[in-house]
């Protein structure tokens, strides 16, 4: 069974960073495509970035050149690194892996972003 398990938000100010991690179990972190999404209230959930099995990533427009996700094989998490954050980042962050045939989620973390 796979486990994922958020950590690292919070109540920043704009242009401040965050790093979000998410523990994982069951799961092989540095061999499996992860993703993170976010969600805001009254909005659908959206994927920021996501890694694949051979390392490269992919991010959404928004945030590109200010997220960057990564895993530690050793410590099997998956990072979000988070820079010069905007109000409009503000949602709940939750880690995604798909894994023989199912789909699993964390629990999700708050980031709030506002002045």
């Known amino acids: 069974q796979v486990q994922l398990v958020e950590s690292g938000g919070g109540s920043v100010q704009p242009g401040e960073s965050l790093t979000l991690s998410c523990a994982a179990s069951?799961?092989?972190?540095?061999?499996?495509?992860m993703a993170w999404y976010r969600q805001s209230p009254g909005k659908q959930r959206e994927r920021v970035a996501e890694?694949?099995?051979?390392?490269?990533?992919a991010y959404r427009n928004s945030v590109e050149g200010r997220f960057t996700i990564s895993r530690d094989a050793k410590k099997n998490t998956l990072y979000l690194q988070m820079m010069n954050l905007m109000p409009e980042d503000t949602a709940v962050y939750y880690c995604y892996a798909p894994l023989d045939g199912g789909e699993f989620w964390g629990q999700g973390t708050q980031v709030t972003v506002s002045a």
């Open positions: 890694i694949f099995h051979r390392g490269n990533a």
């Open positions: 069951g799961i092989t972190v540095s061999m499996a495509y």
